[in-house]
């Protein structure tokens, strides 16, 4: 069965620095692509950052990294220099085989002034 | 402006009494979603359609129903609605992928649908 597990249900960091959300996958499927969202207070979900199975590189996008590490199963989001505006929750979803998506439960951050 | 809309954007209703959500792309999107968004669950896939009267179920779509007539609408249809229905619900949208893997595109999203139903 495709599962996509979020363990971190919050997490504080302080601004400009670091932060590496966790997340790990399961499916049989060799092809597969793995997402992360945020959703602000606001509501709306925003894209942020796309891997493909096949990639050879970890995907970057501005201050967005996603360590891929496919031996282990996860797809962890690394957000570098952190900003009040990152205070969020953060979705991890998955894509595989099918057209169906699984999310994680989601990981709620905490950006401290 | 590219976007995914949703109507209404909140809705308080009686169990029973039969509702649509329509939601409405103007991207050309051929793949459309619906979701539920539940504390602690996150997200989960309801109803996906790949194209124009092709549908198929996700992983919660007992008591809904849906179509697509048109590319760019998919409605989302609860025929008896129950208390446990009560969430937020989200349409989205994306382009299929006809690179590898086919599994590369991002989906829009709607700004959410937030219903009760007492």
């Known amino acids: 069965a495709q599962k996509i597990t979020q363990t971190q249900p919050g997490m504080f960091v302080q601004e400009k620095e670091a932060v590496t959300l966790d997340c790990t996958y399961d499916t049989s499927d060799p092809s597969y692509g793995l997402f992360w969202y945020k959703q602000p207070s606001s509501g709306e979900m925003i894209f942020l950052i796309y891997q493909g199975s096949y990639d050879q590189q970890n995907a970057t996008e501005g201050r967005y990294s996603l360590n891929f590490q496919k031996a282990r199963k996860s797809a962890n989001l690394v957000i570098s220099a952190s900003q009040l505006g990152d205070s969020a929750m953060y979705f991890c979803?998955?894509?595989?085989?099918?057209?169906?998506?699984?999310f994680g439960t989601g990981t709620r951050l905490k950006v401290l002034a | 402006e590219a976007q995914v809309t949703q109507n209404p954007r909140y809705l308080i209703t009686v169990t029973g009494k039969k509702l649509t959500v329509t939601c409405s792309q103007n991207?050309?999107?051929?793949?459309m979603s619906w979701y539920r968004q539940d504390p602690g669950l996150g997200l989960r896939q309801i109803y996906y359609s790949m194209n124009v009267e092709v549908t198929d179920k996700g992983d919660v779509p007992e008591g809904y129903k849906v179509s697509r007539k048109e590319k760019r609408n998919f409605p989302l249809i609860l025929e008896s609605p129950s208390p446990n229905q009560t969430s937020l619900y989200f349409c989205a949208s994306s382009l299929i992928s006809r690179g590898r893997g086919g599994v590369g595109n991002e989906q829009f999203f709607g700004p959410g649908t937030r219903l009760t139903v007492l």
């Open positions: 991207m050309n999107h051929e793949y």
């Open positions: 979803a998955m894509r595989a085989g099918t057209y169906k998506y699984i």
